[in-house]
């Protein structure tokens, strides 16, 4: 933490996001670390906002970590709701209803939709998820968006 402060010194906080990254490859994970063992620090990085993956069923539970941390003034988060990980479409009332459920922990203005990691694990790589594919859950993202913010500020 204190290594990525120093190098973001002097830069303003709202134009940078930090990506919790458990490692982009397809193999089986099953020992990815609980995004609550390291929330709180994670609150201490001079970021104004903070990408974390939540669509992969390995971290889907871990909303519940934001229950018992004060997300500081200022800084949002951007809960990935398309995974990176599958060629499931994920369906946009499930990313609203995700995206409502994360605002209700820390305010709606402090939540932005966003995606797990990218679509290839390798900047080598072509997309490890077909391009149609990826297309339709970036609609998929942006439709889920859409209903949350409707029923968010209803």
Same mark, same amino acid.
């Given at each position: +933490? !204190?290594?990525?402060?120093?190098?973001?010194?002097? #830069?303003? @906080?709202?134009?940078?996001?930090?990506?919790?990254?458990?490692?982009?490859? @397809?193999?089986?994970?099953? +020992?990815? %670390?609980?995004?609550?063992?390291?929330?709180?620090?994670?609150? =201490?990085?001079?970021?104004? *906002?903070?990408? #974390?993956? /939540?669509?992969?069923?390995?971290? /889907?539970? !871990?909303?519940? $970590?934001? =229950?018992?941390?004060?997300? %500081?003034?200022?800084?949002?988060?951007?809960?990935? #709701?398309?995974?990176?990980?599958?060629?499931?479409?994920?369906?946009?009332?499930?990313? *609203? !209803? =995700?995206?409502?459920?994360? $605002?209700?922990?820390?305010?709606?203005?402090?939540?932005? &939709?966003? &995606?797990? #990691?990218?679509?290839?694990?390798?900047?080598?790589?072509?997309?490890?998820?077909? %391009?149609?594919?990826?297309?339709?859950?970036?609609?998929?993202?942006?439709?889920?968006?859409?209903? &949350?913010?409707? !029923?968010?500020?209803?």
């Amino acid at each position: +933490m !204190e290594l990525i402060n120093y190098a973001v010194r002097g #830069f303003p @906080q709202d134009r940078i996001r930090l990506h919790v990254c458990y490692g982009p490859n @397809q193999a089986p994970k099953f +020992m990815d %670390p609980n995004i609550g063992d390291f929330i709180s620090p994670l609150m =201490r990085i001079n970021v104004g *906002a903070y990408s #974390f993956e /939540a669509s992969n069923p390995r971290h /889907a539970h !871990e909303w519940k $970590a934001w =229950r018992d941390v004060k997300l %500081p003034e200022g800084k949002v988060i951007i809960p990935g #709701f398309i995974s990176h990980g599958s060629n499931f479409v994920e369906h946009p009332e499930w990313i *609203a !209803e =995700r995206t409502i459920l994360y $605002a209700s922990l820390v305010g709606r203005e402090n939540v932005i &939709a966003g &995606a797990d #990691f990218g679509f290839s694990s390798q900047a080598t790589f072509q997309t490890e998820v077909h %391009p149609t594919i990826v297309w339709a859950k970036l609609r998929a993202l942006a439709e889920g968006a859409r209903l &949350a913010s409707k !029923e968010l500020w209803a």
